[in-house]
């Protein structure tokens, strides 16, 4: 699979996921946890400025290796027909055979990867071919796959009107970075709190946001009021919170598919 570099956030967009994460994690909500999904493909469907939404994901039944469970959830659809002419097209053998591969191959090589629809479909190809899509009232699309085994994945489009324009890269960053971090998301049966980034205390957190937007040890300890040596300590805790010993690999860490053992040890 080609890889695709990914821009970084800038602090008021990893500002906003954060806000979108903490509210979608906190414990007192009563929502179950198909409405916290729900309620995280809402919100980040406006953080892009999306129309639409599909998830999907298809995981093997422990008691029965060979029987795939399906999940699905959608939202924001102009009507029930629209809805409809989307999952034709979607489940086209046209369609499906051109996005198939890039799901399978990114479970097999268990590598989380988010694409602009130009990315996996070529302008010839569209031209060919892309009035079965235009049929149900969408243009451009942002998919995120993120793999459960080497055979199964939990796979997001985001899709936008007609006459809308493309997504762009900071989109796809916005939408790589906050799946990247929601294993409860993608999985069955798994405690919304438990949400990696939530287990930071507040400072950490502030400290971390920081920290991806490029800003010096001392710009930190200005902006939080704190001395230097804590924002050391912060970055420290940080770090070891998420396996990574620099702050290029904590950059690439959550700005990358890779995992955090591969990554650069560059210097602080």
Same mark, same amino acid.
Not at 127 to 147: A, E, K, M, N, R
Not at 176 to 184: A, G, R
Not at 220 to 231: N, R
């Given at each position: @699979?080609?890889?695709?570099?990914? #821009?970084?956030?800038?602090?008021?967009?990893? *500002?906003?996921?954060?806000? &979108?994460?903490?509210?979608?994690?906190?414990?007192?909500?009563?929502?179950?946890?198909?409405?916290? =999904?729900?309620?995280? +493909?809402?919100? &980040?469907?406006?953080?892009?400025?999306?129309?639409?939404?599909?998830?999907?994901?298809?995981?093997?039944?422990?008691?029965?290796?060979?029987? @795939?469970?399906?999940?699905?959830?959608?939202?924001?659809? %102009?009507?029930?027909?629209?809805?409809?002419?989307?999952? =034709?097209?979607?489940?086209?053998?046209?369609?499906?055979?051109?996005?198939? $591969?890039?799901?399978?191959?990114?479970?097999?090589? @268990?590598?989380?990867?988010?694409?602009?629809?130009? /990315?996996? +479909?070529?302008? /010839?190809?569209?031209?060919?071919?892309?009035?079965?899509?235009?049929?149900?009232?969408?243009?451009?699309?942002?998919?995120?796959?993120?793999?459960?085994?080497? %055979?199964?994945?939990?796979?997001?489009?985001?899709?936008?009107?007609?006459?809308? $324009?493309?997504?762009?890269? !900071?989109?796809?960053?916005?939408?790589?970075?906050?799946?990247?971090?929601? #294993?409860?998301?993608?999985? !069955?049966?798994?405690?919304?709190?438990?949400? =990696? &980034?939530?287990?930071?205390?507040?400072? /950490?957190?502030?400290?971390?946001?920081?920290?991806?937007?490029?800003? %010096? =040890?001392? *710009?930190?300890?200005?902006?939080?009021?704190?001395?230097?040596?804590?924002?050391?300590?912060?970055?420290?805790?940080?770090?070891?919170?998420?396996?990574?010993?620099? !702050?290029?690999?904590?950059?690439?860490?959550? @700005?990358?598919?890779?995992?955090?053992?591969? +990554?650069?040890?560059?210097? %602080?």
């Amino acid at each position: @699979m080609t890889g695709t570099s990914l #821009e970084p956030l800038a602090f008021e967009d990893t *500002e906003r996921i954060f806000s &979108v994460l903490g509210q979608v994690g906190d414990p007192t909500l009563p929502l179950n946890l198909v409405e916290r =999904k729900r309620k995280l +493909l809402d919100d &980040v469907r406006q953080l892009i400025d999306a129309d639409v939404y599909i998830w999907s994901a298809a995981i093997p039944d422990p008691q029965q290796p060979d029987v @795939m469970t399906t999940q699905l959830l959608d939202g924001g659809w %102009t009507s029930e027909g629209q809805r409809v002419q989307a999952y =034709k097209a979607l489940s086209s053998p046209l369609v499906n055979q051109t996005l198939a $591969p890039f799901s399978i191959e990114a479970a097999q090589q @268990m590598r989380h990867v988010t694409r602009l629809r130009s /990315e996996i +479909l070529t302008d /010839e190809w569209m031209q060919q071919h892309g009035q079965v899509w235009h049929l149900s009232g969408l243009d451009y699309s942002l998919f995120t796959i993120y793999p459960l085994s080497p %055979t199964s994945y939990s796979g997001t489009g985001f899709h936008r009107l007609l006459g809308k $324009p493309d997504f762009n890269k !900071r989109e796809q960053s916005i939408v790589h970075f906050t799946f990247k971090h929601v #294993e409860w998301f993608h999985r !069955r049966n798994v405690d919304p709190s438990h949400i =990696k &980034v939530l287990l930071l205390s507040p400072r /950490e957190r502030q400290t971390l946001i920081l920290l991806l937007g490029g800003d %010096t =040890k001392r *710009e930190i300890a200005e902006k939080l009021g704190i001395s230097e040596h804590t924002v050391g300590d912060y970055t420290k805790n940080i770090y070891k919170h998420f396996g990574v010993n620099s !702050r290029g690999a904590l950059q690439a860490f959550f @700005m990358s598919g890779q995992s955090a053992s591969s +990554l650069s040890t560059a210097e %602080t």
